[in-house]
Structures are given as C-alpha cells and as structure tokens.
C-alpha cells in the first residue's frame, strides 16, 4: 500500500509498506481522507517534536513511522475480541494512546495522560490506504456526516475543547486570534454553544475573506485595527469572556491579556516554536490566568459530531483536497506558504 513515511525534518517518503496486521482488539480501516494538521507542518520544518527518536513508552514505536492522525475510513476487518465495531461501519479516529494508570488517566483527563502518545505521530498513522487502530479510538459516523467532515472531526474536536475550557456562555463575548483551521473551528464550537458575540483577529486577507463568507461578522485585520481597542470597545471597556490564542505568536498572547476580562481566561491552543515572554504583570492586576488546552475527550468527539450531524459546519471555501503524490507541494509547501488554509489527502 501507498504510505507517507516520516523520518525527519523535510523528510517525508511516499512508499510502498505492506498493509498493517490486525490484532486482538483492533480494527483495519480503509483510509477515506487524511488531513494535513499544523503539528504535521512543525514536525516537517522544524521536527521531529513529537515523533519519537526512542521507542515511545505505550507503543514501543520509533521514527520512521506513518504520519497522519486526522482521518476517517472504512471498518474492513476485525481483530479477535472486538465487539462494538463490524465490517463496513464508517468511523472517525480518536487518535490518543494513553496508559490508563497514571493519575490524569484515573481522574478521567486521558488526554493528559502522563505517557500520551498519539497514532500518526508515535504509531503508524492514516496518511496510507489502510491503518489499524485500538478499538476504543472509533467514533461511529452518521449517515449524515460526509467523509469530508468524518476527517475533520479531529482537529475540530481539537478547538471545541478549547472553546468549552473558556467557559463562555450565551451573552457573552470571545475573541480569537488565528483563523486558521482551529481558529475557525473554535468560531463554530463558540456558535454551536449558543456564543454569537466572536471577534475574531487575523492579519490573512484571505482568511478573514474565508471566514467572513462562512457567515463571521466581526473579523479584523490586527495590522489596521488595533485588537485590544477594538474588543474594549466592543465590550463597553468589560473585556472579553474569554481570549482564545490559536496563532501561537507572542504578539496575540500579549493582545490576548490585554483583552480579556478580570477573572477570566486566555486559552492557549497553539504550538509555539519560538520561547515567550509572557507579560505576568497583567495577569496579576486583573488576577486572569493562561489556560492550556491539549486534544479533545471522547465527550469533545461525539459533541463534534452531534453538531456536523445537524448542519452545524461548514467546510465551503476553505478545505481543500490533494492525491497522496501531491504531498509535498501541494500540501506542506501550500499550507506553509499560507496558499492553503486546510488540506485533506484523498486516501
């Protein structure tokens, strides 16, 4: 079968490898579409970050491994013991290893399991034509939910729990930096909780434009509108419920803090590559805080899905679809260069 193989920075191979094994408690899918996430863009300019150089400690797995871990496909075989799953059901992937022991994982929080490892970064992942997964990572897909929006369950599950984390209620208002594809996923997750008051600060023409047309009516350019002026007016000099940073630069973490409200969050959904100074001062004078989001719960997953069921999401005008040999430029050069918002590979 036809797979991307990760083996270091700017170092991916399409190859042949043979088709996965299926073993007790698993399940072999068919790989519909596979995305092209931004933790995928860190690991191929300036990785490996996550991919492990040593055998990861849950799955024994070493680089080079299959990349991909955004992905929906075919159920095509099932492993002894399996019970839940069976040959042709449409599934989404919950891609977290986790160890089940560690305290995290007892309280429940597994995605901050103390070992986590993630399928497509620490396994072979679903950017090939075919992956076997534990059972307990499936999510079953709706008839109603396309194969299109099956693959982007992942990283929208990805800014719906960091939506919920700011806490944010109808009535009240957010702010989110980056309109990237967790930018605009967090813009949905806000809206499918009944949030209508979004500000949402992006310098890409062509993302505001993207965002805009997806029905957002309050979309600035930093560049010509100051952010913090903006939402202190917005809010009659309140501030905002909550401040979302999905751009991952220390300029909207600093606008963030200066944004938010006394009291309340600034919820980090970002990677950042390059150190950050982070202004404590202004978390001490209106005792705010930074709150850290990391993936999603199975809760995140079937919410995501509940909400794509109903009509809730939109991919029009910013998800776009690449063949498996077209990886390279049309899909890591493109996103990179920001000619691209989102990249499905078409498995």
């Known amino acids: ?30 790989v519909a579409h596979n995305g092209i996430c931004g ?40 492993g002894e013991g399996v019970t839940a799953a069976r040959v042709g059901d449409r599934v989404t992937v919950e891609p977290i290893h986790r160890c089940g022991s560690c305290p995290p994982c007892q309280e429940g929080r597994y995605n901050v399991c103390r070992r986590i490892g993630f399928h497509g970064l620490m396994a072979h992942g679903g950017m090939a034509e075919y992956t ?13 939910v396309s194969w299109e929006l099956g693959a982007m369950v992942e990283p929208m599950a990805v800014a719906y729990h960091a939506a919920r984390l700011g806490g944010v209620g109808p009535g009240g208002h957010a702010v989110v930096f980056g309109a990237g594809p967790i930018g605009i996923g967090l813009w949905f997750a806000l809206r499918g909780e009944g949030v209508e008051d979004i500000t949402v600060v992006e310098p890409s023409a062509e993302r505001r434009a993207a965002l805009e047309r997806l029905g957002a009516r309050d979309v600035i350019d930093p560049r010509r509108t100051d952010p913090v002026r903006h939402v202190m007016r917005r809010t009659k000099d309140r501030g905002a419920a909550a401040a979302y940073d999905a751009a991952g630069v220390e300029a909207s973490v600093d606008a963030a803090l200066s944004c938010v409200a006394a009291h309340r969050p600034v919820v980090s959904v970002a990677v950042y590559e390059r150190p950050l100074t982070t202004p404590l001062l202004k978390l001490v004078l209106s005792e705010s805080r930074i709150q850290g989001s990391l993936c999603y719960t199975a809760e ?37 260069a920001g000619r691209k918002m989102k990249v499905l590979v078409d498995l």
């Not at 995928?40 to 300019?45: C, G, I, K, N, V």
């Not at 799955?59 to 099932?78: D, S």
């Not at 076997?132 to 109603?144: A, K, N, S």
């Not at 995140?300 to 040999?325: C, F, K, N, Q, S």
């Open 300 to 336: 995140d997953y079937r919410r995501v899905i509940e909400l794509m069921a109903a009509g809730h999401y939109d991919t029009e005008g910013w998800v776009g679809h690449i063949p498996l040999e077209r990886l390279h430029d049309e899909g890591f050069a493109a996103l990179h």
């Open 1 to 30: 079968m036809r797979a991307a193989v990760y083996r270091g920075r700017e170092h991916v191979t399409i190859d042949d490898v043979p088709e996965p094994e299926c073993p007790p408690g698993h399940v072999k899918l068919r």
């Open 39 to 78: 933790t995928d863009l860190h690991e191929y300019y300036a990785g490996p970050i996550f991919f492990p150089t040593e055998p990861h400690p849950l799955t024994g797995m070493t680089l080079p491994l299959v990349m991909g871990h955004e992905f929906a496909g075919t159920v095509v075989e099932a």
């Open 132 to 144: 076997v997964v534990p059972e307990q990572m499936l999510h079953r897909l709706p008839d109603e």
